[in-house]
């Protein structure tokens, strides 16, 4: 996306050892606390230079919080990129004016048909804590099979004991398949052909899953936390509280195409999601990071 006007190159940390480097004019950083230590060696060396954090959801919902290392990491950036619209809020006051909004972008799709047999939905992320899987387990136990909800599970097993509790979850309940990780191609077409998006997360920077689902006619049901309703919106009508898997199964039953009521509220949430689908478009991110970056007076291009 700034390969057009900047000269761009993409390391794992700096400095590099590699001398050309050590010249570039400014540095972008992922993540406050797993860059720490190149933020702060950049911020010492060039202490003028350009230097841009983007944060993620564990930065802002927990790391900011407790960590010396990323409150550092605010401290020395000259601009702090939040990937959702409710992410300043959560950055101490003194360094909100350095905050600069850029959503995550994908290509639109088109949705594909669907049947009215059964509801399909699908969660997709890895099993890790911060995802909170066990949501979704649990709202399995509370669907009998014959209720025609079928959901699949996308995502590699990171915490080996949430691996275990999905694959019992899949042996007891046959409406529920834990499919492990799969290529971006697969996990789009699984998206494209479910009926909803599940994402139980108990905290998020800014999903790219969710605006994956919303670029291709998707609606979401979602855990109602800050970096949900930056993605999807204040009025959104699909939140379920977090962790409340007894609340979530009554969203599924109730947009279920079976029942008469089904297909209206889901076109709902479908008509909800569109309205926002233009914030995810990529020149829409793309400008937005280089007029981030033309604040900045470069010494060269």
């Given at each position: ?7 761009v190159?993409?390391?794992k940390?700096?400095p590099?050892g ?30 003028d ?8 959801g ?12 990323a409150?550092n990491?605010?401290?020395f950036?000259h601009r702090?990129?939040?990937?959702q619209?409710?992410g300043s ?7 909100r004016?350095?905050c ?21 939905a699908v969660m997709v992320?890895?099993l890790r ?5 066990q949501?979704l387990?649990?709202?399995c136990?509370?669907i ?12 590699h097993?990171?915490?080996?004991e949430?691996?275990?509790?999905a ?7 046959p ?7 799969l290529t971006?191609?697969?996990?789009k ?5 479910a009926?909803?998006l ?9 999903a ?15 855990s109602k936390?800050?970096?949900?309703i ?39 949430l ?6 926002r ?7 829409r991110?793309?400008s ?5 970056l ?5 010494t060269?291009r």
């Open positions: 996306m700034l390969a057009g006007v900047f000269q190159h993409l390391v940390s700096w590099t590699e001398p050309h480097l050590d010249r570039c004019d400014g540095l972008v950083a992922l993540h406050a606390k797993r860059s720490a230590q190149s933020i702060e060696a950049w911020s010492r060396t060039f202490p230079k350009p230097l841009v954090v983007a944060l993620t564990t930065d802002l919902y927990r790391d900011i919080h407790q960590d010396g290392a409150q990491s605010l401290k950036a702090l990129i939040v990937l619209e409710h809020f959560e950055l101490p006051l003194q360094w004016n350095k600069r909004l850029v959503f995550q972008s994908t290509p639109r799709r088109s949705a594909r048909p669907k049947t009215s047999r059964h509801l399909r992320g890895h804590d911060e995802k909170w899987p949501v387990f649990q709202a136990r509370q009998t099979p014959d209720e025609g909800i079928l959901i699949d599970h996308i995502g097993a990171l915490d080996p949430l691996g275990d509790m694959a019992q979850t899949a042996r007891e309940c409406h529920y398949r834990w499919l492990g990780g971006h191609p697969q996990v077409g699984h998206i494209q052909r009926h909803v599940v994402h139980t997360s108990r905290i998020e920077g800014g790219h899953v969710i605006l994956e689902a919303i670029c291709s006619g998707t609606p979401v049901l979602a936390i800050p970096g949900n930056g993605m999807l919106g204040s009025d959104y009508a699909g939140y379920f509280k977090p962790g409340d898997s007894a609340q979530l199964v009554a969203m599924l039953r109730e947009v279920h195409p079976r029942i008469k009521s089904g297909a209206p509220r889901l076109q709902a479908e008509t909800q999601c569109d309205a689908a233009h914030l995810f478009e990529p020149r991110e793309q937005a990071l280089i007029d981030l033309n604040e900045f007076n470069w060269s």
